[in-house]
């Protein structure tokens, strides 16, 4: 749309789409202005036209700006109905525009990684597992938040969470939830056998062997032996028991074929050879393990945190009958857990990244952290919740938790994880299945790995 001003020399201005309701308004003016002086009606009106788009400009200033954040489908309602309203009735010029993903999380990472890779990602927020920040961050796709916020700030949170949101000593994502590994007893059948929670796996197989000859049990010691990551996070926290190592992320050292590697493979075989785990484990995931424990059919379950409101539950046939503790281990070695868990980052890509660090401000504080975990019953990030009166009186096992959190450890942080992770879950399954020797298994492991590395360092350094 053209209107001409009243000069002596032909002269227009363009308007855009966004004044077209102002182009009546104007005409009307401009038959008022010839019947004015020459210049004062020009003054008069490049004032008036001038403030009109500055007025326009305001408004459109003032439209709330939108993120776009990717999630699970089960994790979405409740972020809508409790963390997302809460944040914009407090950040009105803010919205949070939650899109509903799959319920895999590798899915969501592969959407994710296909947003970012096309090179003009749609998300603002990024929701992140503990798994994916050295990936994403490797390659370029995350806003550096070191300096957003202090060390003091940090030490809020869990050690281990923030660790899992920095890679090579800069961080790019702040923990929102925890999660970790950890090992589910039958509380009254110990006690009623003399027994106090086991410490070694010595005495994990020597305690289920008991209650199984007694007839208390099916199953001694139930786990996740299906080829998936799963299968990952269970083995680490044995292998790291037994006082080994995958991969050392600051030398990029390989320890899967030495002695501790393989005393850890020992010890799995032989729950299922001797009659402690079902011969099945090998195709078990979460799901097929905690239904298995909650049944009442076996003694003890390494699983994670969202079990314990499901065996909980007033119709489990094991209410009120469980403990938690960190996963047992060798003599002379610690206890160790694997680290799950989610939290935010920003897109390199958003155009609003001031708005989606209020966001995140918002989500990670203790007081949206509170409502969350009371309402969700997830695990917190922040320290000082797992002993919070108000959620331990709801969540009795949260100190335990801590225990457990506190123990964690990460799975490497290396920008290859997820093939690294590939060819673990290979060649430990042919291991734990018998369809290699593990001597073999763990030396073609580690080779594999090896050169895997080997091949990102020279593409670094090119």
């Known amino acids: ?19 077209m309701g102002y182009i009546q308004p104007l005409n009307r003016l401009k038959k008022f202005f010839h019947n004015l002086g020459f210049w004062r009606s020009s003054l008069i009106f490049a004032a008036l036209f001038l403030s009109i788009i500055l007025l326009t400009k305001i408004a459109i200033a003032q439209q709330p700006v939108t993120l776009n954040l990717l999630m699970t489908a089960p994790d979405a309602d409740p972020w809508r109905q409790g963390l997302v309203k809460d944040f914009e009735s407090k950040h009105p010029g803010i919205r949070i525009n939650i899109i509903e993903g799959p319920n ?41 938040l070191t300096d957003r916020i202090t060390p003091k700030e940090l030490t809020a949170f869990s050690a281990k969470d923030v660790e899992g949101g920095t890679y090579q000593g800069k961080l790019y994502r702040i923990p929102l939830r925890s ?3 950890m090992l589910y007893y039958r509380e009254d059948l110990l006690q009623q056998a003399g027994l106090k929670p086991p410490e070694t796996f010595e005495q994990l197989m020597n305690y289920s062997k008991v209650l199984q000859r007694n007839d208390k049990a099916r199953w001694g010691y139930i786990w996740q032996g299906r080829q998936y990551e799963g299968l990952v996070a269970m083995f680490l926290e044995v292998l790291e028991g037994f006082g080994g190592y995958w991969v050392n992320p600051q030398t990029l050292e390989v320890g899967l074929d030495r002695p501790e590697t393989l005393r850890a493979i020992a010890f799995l075989q032989n729950t299922v050879k001797q009659g402690v785990s079902p011969p099945g484990v090998t195709t078990y995931q979460e799901e097929e393990t905690r239904r298995i424990f909650q049944s009442g059919q076996a003694v003890f379950l390494r699983s994670w945190p969202y079990v314990w409101p499901l065996a909980n539950q007033p119709n489990s046939k094991i209410n009120g009958k469980i403990g938690i503790k960190p996963m047992v281990h060798a003599p002379g070695q610690s206890s160790a857990a694997t680290l799950g868990g989610w939290g935010l980052g920003i897109a390199k890509t958003t155009r609003h990244p001031e708005e989606a660090w209020k966001a995140i401000q918002y989500f990670s504080s203790r007081e949206a952290q509170k409502q969350f975990i009371l309402k969700a019953g997830y695990v ?44 673990l879950q290979r060649y430990l399954s042919g291991a734990l299945t018998g369809r290699m020797a593990p001597e073999n298994a763990m030396k073609s492991a580690a080779d594999e790995t090896r050169r895997l590395l080997r091949a990102g360092q020279a593409r670094k350094s090119a």
């Open 179 to 181: 999660d970790a590994g």
């Open 1 to 19: 749309m053209t209107i001409f001003l009243p000069f002596k020399k032909l002269t227009y201005f363009t308007i855009q789409p966004s004044t």
């Open 380 to 423: 917190p990030s922040r320290r000082e919740l797992f002993t919070d009166p108000q959620i331990v009186a709801k969540y009795p096992h949260f100190p335990q938790l801590l225990e457990v959190v506190d123990s964690a450890v990460l799975r490497p942080p290396i920008a290859q994880y997820a093939q690294a992770s590939d060819i």
């Open 104 to 144: 895999a999380t590798n899915l969501i990472e592969d959407l994710y990684t296909s947003a970012f890779i096309l090179g003009d990602s749609p998300y603002d927020l990024v929701n992140m597992d503990v798994i994916w920040t050295s990936k994403f961050a490797a390659a370029g796709w995350l806003l550096d």
